[in-house]
């Protein structure tokens, strides 16, 4: 089975337009000292445990083989969420395929969100 062509970004906020060279790294990526990514299968469970405070989302859908830098998985998540690491170009128009908006209705959890399904 060949890997995914695209990772996904989760935001909380809309990214500048036009897109950048290179985005802004967010608050929690600039804590941690890597890039967070998810799979598509990943981003309902993603945005459920970390952006359940939030009726929106934007999503990057990202070209895998743009991004540099080391990819490690943590070993608990498997190959759920890639994160990158020591990356010199990060994420911006060089590897941003497209940005996704996504809203949730009232009462609906972020795996309910049809459009999550489609990534």
């Known amino acids: ?29 600039a804590q941690d000292g890597f890039i967070h990514l998810s799979t598509a299968r990943q981003i309902p469970i993603t945005a459920g445990l970390f952006f359940s405070a939030h009726d929106k989302l934007w999503v990057l859908k990202l070209r895998r083989d743009k991004i540099d830098g080391r ?3 943590p070993p608990e998540l498997g ?3 890639p994160h990158i ?7 911006g128009r ?3 395929e497209e940005v996704i908006e996504l809203r949730r209705g009232e009462g609906e959890k972020w795996g309910d969100v049809r459009e999550m399904g489609e990534l």
């Open 85 to 91: 690491h020591d990356s010199q170009r990060g994420l």
């Open 94 to 96: 060089h590897n941003v």
């Open 79 to 81: 190959e759920a969420c």
């Open 71 to 73: 990819v490690e998985f």
């Open 1 to 29: 089975m060949s890997p995914p062509a695209f990772w996904y970004k989760i935001l909380d906020s809309p990214p500048p337009t036009p897109l950048p060279a290179t985005l802004p790294a967010t608050p929690l990526d």
